[in-house]
Every structure is written in C-alpha cells, then in structure tokens.
C-alpha cells in the first residue's frame, strides 16, 4: 500500500484535519450562509444560478493569421461554444506591429496576429456581434483592440449598445505576475478608467475589465494570494476610477474578474465562494456600493495551465475535468477548458473539441448543475471558504498597510510572496511530498506522440506582407492626422477611446498607436526584486 504524508494542507498553509468538526471550529458559518442571489453572494450571483441558464462556454483560441483563427471560431461556435475567447501572439499584446524587428520569431506563434482593422475584419468575418459574445485577453493594447472590435461592428451596422464582451485590461497583474506591460502604472491607469467612462457611455454590455487572479495563480501563488492580490487590484481600480470623478454604480456593475481552476478541489470550489462573498464586502462597506450589481463578483474561470504536463499528456483530460468541476461547483458565469497538449503546443482541433465536450458532459450529464450551490453547508467548503477569506483579508490589509496595491507592487511585496509559494510547491514535487503524476511519480517510458499543432514560418512572411499592404493602400494624411490628435490628446485630460476609434477607423496600426502613446509617457521598465 503507498505511503501517506503525516501532515495535510493546502496550497494556501490551510491544514486539514481528518475530518471537520463544527464543534471545534473558530468560526460560526452556518449564521451566514445565506441564499445565492442575495448578499453577500457566497453561494452565488443569481438565485437560480445554472437551471436557469448554463455558464458560457468558450474555448480560448488564436494562433497564425487571422484568416485561421477566423475558420477555428467558427468551427467552435458550430461544435456548441457559446461565446468566443480570442488569444493574441505577442507583438500584438504588447504593442508592436508584424513587421516590426522586435517582433520576428513571435508572429502568430502564441495567438492571432492583428495589426489593423484588416485582420480585425478578417478575424471576424462572418460572426454577428450582436448575437455572440467575445472575450478578449489583452492587456497593455486593450483599450485598441476594443476600438478594433467597435469598429467592425460598426461596418456590420451593429449598435454599440448591442455588443457584448469582455476585455482583459488588467494591467496591475503585468507588473506582479505575467510582464506584457508598455506603459509606466499612472498613464495604464488612465487608458482603463478612460475605458470605464466610454463604455458606460458607449457600450452598456461590455465588461471593461477582467480583474485576473489567473496569471498570479499561474506565476505560483497559493489560493488564497490569488485572491486577495486579484481583489486588491481591483480595489486599486475602483480607487482610480473614482479618483477621477466616475461614481461607484455607474462603472463597477460592468467589472469583471478570471480566476484560475487549480486541482484541490475542495479548495477551489471554496476559493471562488470566500472570493465572491469578500468583495461584496468590499464594494458595500469600503465603497458604499447601493447598486446589487455592483456588489457582485461575476468571474471568468479557465483551467489551470500550469498543471498541465507534457508527460502523458492524456492524462490532463482528467486534470481539466476536475478544475472545470471546481469552478462550476464553485460558481462561474464563464469557462474555458484548456486542451490536453497545451503543453507542447497551441491546441489541435480534436484537442480543443475534447475540452469543450468536457463542459458539456458537465453541463448535460453530471447533474452538478440542476442544483444551485451544491456543496454548500458542507463542514469542509464552509471551513475552508471562511478560512481562505481570512487569509486572503490579511493579505489585502498588509497592501493597505503599504499604501495600496500600486505601492506594493513598486516594493515588490506580491512578486516577493509568489515567488516564494513557487519555491516552496518546486521543492515538494522535487522531495515527491507533492506527487505529479507522470512526471515524479507514475512515470512510464514515452513510446509515442500525440499529433500537435505546428504554425508554418510562411505566415509571419504573409503577415508582414499584408501589414505592409494596409499601410499602402490607407489615406496617409488621414491617418496622421489621427494620430497626431491622439497625440494631443494623450497630453492633456480628454478622453482616449474616441481618438483610438478613429485612428483604428482609419487603420493606423496597433503599432503605430502604441508607439505615439510610448511617445509622450514612456515605457516601463520592471524594479528588480531579491
């Protein structure tokens, strides 16, 4: 019989008894379970949560030129997909056009190129956006990539007020954690506040940001670091929306949170409660949120991709079983599951179709969905919910103690207590007090391969080409003349979105603006922390 480990915890430092006792627990949760739909939304953000609609079921997906990412989306949308979650490769995320020198080897290795309205036509060829909704992970660019987005809706004569989607626009988590940052925090700051008033404007529907817990989890935090860091960041930015004159309920029922799915189930399931319930606390008693919506923590889970091994890769369908399970036993309103060889490459067809049965076999077959919060009660998820939120409190009153999260940050303080979480699980998988299987422990001789996506060298080639192209064949003085006013504008207090809208309608490239922006603040450079 295998041997056991003595001692028994969590990511977070949580130990686990043999089994839980109310009697000797601290904490008195059976007072204030509540009901889902009602504050403080522990067990959910709507009173039927699932039996009245299942959570939205997209595949993250992006790769080569926009003209295959194009024919993958629809493949998706036609095989049950019910949202679309576009990747994009690195140059466009942090700013650079295909045919700049910095971008060679990159284009379209990570996600879809898109450098002008063009590809953003081609990207969305043939999807209605007033019938499908669209995630976005982008970050230092989204306030472009958004603009690109509106204006294909406008050519396909669909109201802004009709679009729905999310993007990411979370740039405090690219200084803690994942690094495609370009600009120094203040003016960051400013193009995601800037982006709050448009579209409480402009674009009632869309989530202005997705608040990301995913990438600190991914850089090695334990459960309850993700959330505490994610909501700290979050309150960082209700702090900068306010501080230029946004009040509280216009803009906060529209922000968003992505959280990671990891493989203790228990936890997580736990995590997203103690999340949900926390920020409603938040939101009303630091501040003075009236509106329900304001107080909701509705979230975006994808599975953890960092668990995911190269070693047996069959094996990650059951990984990603599990951490789905986690999240709609936990709650989401949104989830991506990630393909069994997304450690060896993008994801194939079949790879990616497999993911999306998953939540589908979860959804229609599992029954965990007919009932809302179905784990609730339970001595173990009440007991580590509330311990997580204690946790995670703790946390967020150091951040305060520092002065906020963009302090901390500048301190190093979160970077210093991922690290030091990696470290730690590093050393249990080394010592095989922390077993993977296939990797350290269960290891067979690898005879075979499965087949992986592999993106063609030509198409950087092409891509650079048709960038080359959409520059040619543009009004010139038209799109300098945009440019200039962005430029103008970045140097006063005036509103981005409408000048990036008509640089983009003009197609400026996303380059081009990123590099009239990096004009007049600067680019950022990361403090090194020890």
């Given at each position: 019989m295998a041997e056991r480990r003595d001692k028994f915890e969590t990511?977070?430092?949580?130990?686990?008894?043999?089994?839980?006792?109310?009697?000797?627990?601290?904490f008195d949760y059976q007072t204030d379970l509540g009901k889902a739909g009602e504050f403080p939304y522990?067990?959910?953000?709507?009173r039927n949560m699932y039996r009245g609609r299942f959570w939205t079921m997209r595949q993250y997906a992006g790769f080569a030129t926009a003209?295959?990412?194009?024919?993958?989306?629809?493949?998706?949308?036609?095989?049950?997909?019910?949202?679309?979650?576009?990747?994009?490769?690195?140059?466009?995320?942090?700013?650079?056009?295909?045919?700049?020198?910095?971008?060679?080897?990159?284009?379209?290795?990570?996600?879809?190129?898109?450098?002008?309205?063009?590809?953003m036509l081609t990207l969305l060829d043939g999807i209605p956006l007033d019938t499908v909704s669209t995630s976005m992970t982008i970050?230092?660019?989204?306030?472009?990539?958004?603009?690109?987005?509106?204006?294909?809706?406008r050519k396909q004569s669909v109201a802004f007020d009709k679009v729905s989607g999310t993007i990411q626009n979370d740039i405090l988590k690219e200084y803690i954690a994942r690094g495609t940052y370009i600009y120094p925090p203040k003016p960051s700051l400013r193009l995601i506040t800037d982006t709050f008033a448009f579209c409480a404007a402009e674009v009632p529907a869309w989530n202005t940001i997705s608040i990301s817990g995913y990438h600190i989890r991914e850089a090695g935090s334990t459960a309850a670091q993700e959330i505490a860091f994610t909501l700290a960041d979050g309150i960082a930015y209700v702090e900068a929306a306010l501080s230029v004159g946004l009040k509280i309920d216009d803009f906060a029922p529209r922000l968003s949170f992505f959280f990671n799915s990891h493989l203790n189930l228990l936890e997580e399931v736990a995590k997203f409660r103690a999340a949900r319930r926390l920020w409603a606390k938040i939101m009303r008693d630091r501040f003075g949120a009236l509106n329900p919506k304001s107080l909701m923590l509705r979230f975006h889970t994808q599975t953890a991709g960092s668990t995911l091994t190269a070693q047996q890769p069959e094996v990650n369908?059951?990984?990603?079983?599990?951490?789905?399970?986690?999240?709609?036993l936990g709650g989401t309103q949104?989830?991506?599951?990630?393909?069994?060889?997304?450690?060896?490459?993008?994801?194939?067809?079949?790879?990616?179709?497999?993911?999306?049965?998953?939540?589908?076999v979860i959804a229609h077959e599992s029954g965990v969905a007919d009932i809302v919060d179905a784990l609730a009660g339970s001595y173990?998820?009440?007991?580590?919910?509330?311990?997580?939120?204690?946790?995670?409190?703790?946390?967020?009153?150091?951040?305060?103690?520092?002065?906020?999260?963009?302090?901390?940050?500048?301190?190093?303080?979160?970077?210093?207590?991922?690290q030091e979480a990696a470290y730690d699980y590093q050393r249990a998988v080394e010592k095989q007090t922390a077993i993977v299987v296939g990797v350290n422990k269960f290891r067979?001789?690898?005879?075979?391969?499965?087949?992986?996506?592999?993106?063609?060298?030509?198409?950087?080639?092409?891509?650079?080409?048709?960038?080359?192209?959409?520059?040619?064949?543009?009004?010139?003085?038209?799109?300098?003349?945009?440019?200039?006013?962005?430029?103008?504008?970045?140097?006063?207090t005036e509103n981005l979105l409408p000048r990036i809208l008509d640089c983009v309608e003009n197609y400026v490239t996303v380059g081009e603006i990123s590099h009239r922006l990096r004009k007049v603040w600067g680019e950022y450079r990361e403090a090194v922390t020890v």
């Open positions: 990511s977070s430092g949580i130990e686990l008894p043999n089994d839980f006792n109310p009697e000797n627990s601290h522990t067990r959910g953000v709507r003209e295959e990412s194009n024919a993958r989306y629809k493949y998706l949308l036609g095989q049950g997909t019910t949202g679309l979650s576009v990747a994009f490769d690195l140059p466009t995320q942090i700013g650079l056009d295909s045919d700049d020198e910095l971008a060679a080897g990159e284009v379209g290795k990570v996600g879809v190129a898109i450098d002008s309205l063009d590809d970050n230092a660019t989204a306030s472009t990539l958004l603009c690109l987005y509106l204006a294909v809706a369908i059951v990984r990603t079983t599990i951490q789905a399970l986690a999240a709609v949104s989830l991506h599951t990630n393909g069994m060889d997304e450690a060896l490459s993008l994801p194939t067809e079949t790879a990616a179709r497999i993911a999306l049965r998953t939540q589908q173990a998820i009440e007991e580590l919910t509330n311990e997580l939120e204690a946790k995670a409190v703790e946390y967020i009153t150091k951040i305060d103690a520092l002065g906020g999260m963009l302090k901390a940050i500048e301190t190093g303080f979160p970077q210093r207590e991922i067979i001789e690898e005879d075979a391969s499965i087949p992986i996506l592999k993106v063609d060298p030509k198409i950087e080639r092409e891509q650079v080409e048709r960038t080359r192209a959409v520059r040619e064949k543009r009004d010139a003085s038209k799109a300098e003349n945009a440019l200039a006013k962005l430029e103008e504008a970045a140097r006063g």
